[in-house]
């Protein structure tokens, strides 16, 4: 097996995440047996694939004796949730920039309430401070916005780190890596050998990991991110850039083709952190069918997505293939009234 010397890392996350078959809904299905990687259990609080990224992003930054973290993500962003509590557990300031998010009417509706939901709510109660600019500004302004809290801070005698959005840049990149290590003991041990690594792509760095990873580990599978939002162009050149400056960074002569770099963008639907009913249909199947709860950002997407091509026929011949469950409940939390008119009946007697 490949040897890797890797930076160095806080063991923040609860490690190795389970492998585990999901039985019913892949004979149900009829096609390859669907694996599921449960990095949606790194940690309870702090669940998904943003806590494997900050292992390595948190490490650099308190080697540079750095005492703030500053970064940014949608108003519900698992990354940003994960950043305001591994702050709190490190004891480190945390400041986030979230982009404000009109999911739909309902949605809107909900944000008039006083109490922040999901993800944000646990940004608060971590103490996080939280800067909210709406869509636009956040689009237009957002290297500003990092420049403006960056000397805030440096005022202050604090010294921040910035830290990019979803933690996806050529640090980030590790916690992926150190993922294709943990599978491939997982596929010895269960004895499979998957064509397909399977997952939801948002700012790419999960991907870059998984990919440089799997060539690495020479795992022999294709990994195949589905986007949740922008395109199959936009995520190589992510990915890509992603990989460079991991390879430049730590000096490193691995060579990443980008045709290896696989993304699937039928399945964004109305946009980022939007989902159509059958994505909604598809996260309630996989609860109901496997006790295994998605999102509607990210993996429940990504899933509908994984479920369609099973349909089409597009993993034929593969008689396994893994779906990296990258966490997101909280998300799922601050989207329940889309879900709502399912839960009325009452079935007592
Ligand atoms: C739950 C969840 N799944 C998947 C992703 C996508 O990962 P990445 O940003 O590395 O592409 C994210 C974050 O964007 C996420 O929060």
Same mark, same amino acid.
């Given at each position: 097996m490949q040897t890797i010397d890797y930076p160095p890392r806080l063991?923040? &996350?609860?490690?190795p995440t389970p492998l585990q078959p999901l039985q019913r809904l892949s004979q149900e299905l009829g096609g390859p047996k669907i694996w599921l990687k449960? +990095?949606?259990?790194?940690?309870? &609080?702090?669940? =998904?694939?943003?806590i494997r990224k900050l292992e390595f992003t948190l490490a650099r930054a308190m080697e540079q004796g750095c005492d703030t973290l500053v970064t940014c993500g949608g108003e519900q962003s698992n990354h940003c949730r994960a950043t305001a509590i591994l702050g709190a557990r490190l004891g480190l300031k945390v400041h986030l920039i979230l982009r404000r998010e009109r999911v739909d009417a309902s949605a809107a509706a909900e944000g008039a309430a006083q109490c922040p939901d999901g993800n944000l709510f646990l940004d608060y109660l971590c103490g996080a401070h939280v800067s909210i600019y709406d869509k636009p500004e956040y689009q237009h302004r957002l290297p500003e916005l990092f420049e403006h809290w960056a000397a805030h801070y440096n005022r202050q005698g604090c010294r921040p780190y910035l830290i990019p959005t979803g933690a996806s840049d050529g640090t980030g990149v590790w916690g992926y890596v150190a993922c294709a290590e943990e599978l491939s003991k997982d596929f010895q041990r269960v004895g499979i050998d998957p064509a397909y690594i399977v997952h939801a792509t948002g700012s790419g760095g999960t991907q870059a990991g998984l990919t440089a990873g799997s060539q690495l580990f020479r795992l022999g599978a294709s990994v195949l991110g589905i986007a949740v939002c922008d395109n199959a162009d936009y995520f190589s050149r992510k990915v890509a850039e992603d990989l460079r400056q991991w390879r430049e960074s730590y000096g490193l002569s691995v060579d990443i083709t980008e045709s290896n770099i696989l993304v699937d +963008?039928? $399945?964004? =639907?109305? =946009? $980022?952190?939007q989902a159509d009913a059958a994505v909604y249909q598809t996260i309630r199947q996989v609860a109901a069918s496997e006790g295994v709860v998605l999102d509607p950002v990210y993996t429940g997407k990504a899933f509908y997505g994984m479920i369609d091509r099973i349909k089409r026929g597009e993993? &034929? =011949?593969?008689p396994d293939i893994v779906f990296v469950h990258t966490g997101g409940i909280f998300g799922l939390l601050a989207q329940r009234s889309r879900m709502s008119e399912w839960f009325t009946k009452d079935e007592a007697i």
């Open positions: 063991e923040l &996350a609860r490690l449960r +990095d949606d259990l790194t940690d309870c &609080a702090v669940s =998904g694939n943003k +963008d039928r $399945y964004v =639907g109305p =946009g $980022y952190a993993f &034929a =011949g593969a």
